[in-house]
């Protein structure tokens, strides 16, 4: 099964950090742990993604647990423009993304 | 700028009149992909081309052709269109190859709605 597990929303404050969860708990150990977000009436846009180690870029860090059953995205400051839905997708098989569900990212003013 | 385009962005049409969407891409990436966005279904994918003469299918082929003729373009074939493929469809494309290792870029979306 090539799904992850992800809350259907989250609620933050802007300006404050937030920790995006997620479970992928049959996680082959060549899967890469992809994450996207998707602003309303666009594209999915790239954030970040990572393997084994926990991995940091200047949009977000990524988490990843030990066990690699899990991981998290990490906003350091959460803006009014990272309202989103933000997937989790194990890249699996190669040549494929498949996405779930998402969880919808509220900000908060 | 780096980017992938779709034209049209929106098109609507009549159940089996032959469409092609096509998708462009000026970063000379290897890989490029179909994906439908559907209310509740989320975003599933069509086709994948690992690159120039080289498709295979996704998730939900059905009722879709591709053709990667050159590297930069990957156009969306609906043969004879039903109601069931009105849908958001995105074109996405990666530097590699092996896509799950890498980032993807997606264009815009192309709304399309078959009656």
């Known amino acids: 099964d090539a799904k992850t597990t992800q809350p259907n929303s989250m609620e933050s404050n802007e300006e404050e950090p937030v920790h995006l969860p997620c479970n992928h708990s049959t996680i082959s150990g060549t899967d890469y742990i992809h994450w996207y977000r998707q602003l309303p009436s666009q594209g999915p846009e790239y954030v970040i993604h990572g393997l084994t180690s926990n991995v940091n870029n200047r949009m977000a860090s990524l988490a990843i647990a030990e066990d690699r059953k899990s991981s998290t995205l990490i906003l350091h400051r959460a803006t009014l423009r990272d309202a989103a839905v933000y997937y989790c997708i194990r890249g699996n098989a190669g040549n494929m993304l498949t996405f779930g569900g998402g969880t919808r990212l509220m900000v908060k003013p | 700028e780096a980017q992938v385009t779709q034209n049209p962005r929106y098109l609507i049409t009549v159940t089996g009149k032959k469409l092609t969407v096509t998708c462009s891409q000026n970063?000379?990436?290897?890989?490029m992909s179909w994906y439908r966005q559907d209310p509740g279904l989320g975003l599933r994918q069509i086709y994948y081309s690992m690159n120039v003469e080289v498709t295979d299918k996704g998730d939900v082929p059905e009722g879709y052709k591709v053709s990667r003729k050159e590297k930069r373009n990957f156009p969306l074939i609906l043969e004879s269109p039903s109601p069931n493929q009105t849908s958001l469809y995105f074109c996405?494309?990666?530097?590699?190859?092996?896509?799950?290792?890498?980032?993807?870029?997606f264009g815009p979306g192309t709304r399309l709605t078959v009656t």
């Open positions: 970063m000379n990436h290897e890989y």
């Open positions: 996405a494309s990666s530097s590699q190859g092996e896509a799950s290792k890498y980032e993807q870029y």
